[in-house]
T-cell receptor
């Protein structure tokens, strides 16, 4: 099956710093990528949808200036958490859509962000 | 507004038993219903999926039953094994202009006791 690589898997940062998370589709062209946030023992909440070469579409309540998404190529999308604060600590997961089966969304392995 | 409701929140089953997880949805525009398995600290992995024109789909020990009129679908895990202990999420996709967007259920933590 298709592989989506997400990096880093874990990051610890100080409050006020920015953190960038990368999501790469390794063997297919991802026309659409999705970014989710998951708190402990909770479900995945969609943050934003990004299409290659265009601005991301953010879900209601998600601050676009706080969570910057770039999808500059068909194999790479990045999520930057700007001026991170402890309440931003969460598990962030990307998924990519495309390839030989549009019905299948392939998920990255997630990034655990801890803001001190 | 929670568009996909999942139950139970947690489930304990003996090895060899059947795990049953139920989901209900509201939006009739959903056109694809996948189930995902997630282990701690990992991203979700696609387990099995069904389209609304099919009432049942079986893959190995996993079966989805789909009731379009009731807007409900369920996952059955037969002969449950300790390695099946994980969190399971149902989801519903709205394709077309929504661009393959998934809405997830709340998740079910399954523990299979040896």
């Amino acid at each position: 099956g298709a592989v989506v690589s997400q990096h880093p898997s874990r990051v610890i940062c100080k409050s006020g710093t920015s953190v960038k998370i990368e999501c790469r589709s390794l063997d297919f062209q991802a026309t659409t990528m999705f970014w989710y946030r998951q708190f402990p023992k909770q479900s995945l909440m969609l943050m934003a949808t990004s299409n290659e070469g265009s601005k991301a579409t953010y879900e209601q309540g998600v601050e676009k200036d706080k969570f910057l998404i770039n999808h500059a190529s068909l194999t790479l999308s990045t999520l930057t958490v700007t001026s991170a604060h402890p309440e931003d600590s969460s598990f962030y997961i990307c998924s990519a859509s495309g390839g030989d089966s549009y019905e299948k969304l392939f998920f990255g392995s997630g990034t655990q962000l801890s803001v001190l | 507004q929670q568009q996909v409701k999942q139950s139970p929140q947690s489930l304990i089953v003996q090895k060899g038993g059947i795990s049953i997880i139920n989901c209900a949805y509201e939006n009739t525009a959903f056109d694809y219903f996948p189930w995902y398995q997630q282990f701690p600290g990992k991203g979700p992995a696609l387990l099995i999926a069904i389209r609304p024109d099919v009432s049942e789909k079986k893959e190995g020990r996993f079966t989805i039953s789909f009731n379009k009129s009731a807007k409900q679908f369920s996952l059955h895990i037969m002969d449950s094994q300790p390695g099946d202990s994980a969190t399971y999420f149902c989801a519903a996709r709205m394709g077309g202009a929504a661009g393959n967007k998934l809405t997830f259920g709340g998740g079910t933590r399954v523990l299979v006791k040896p």
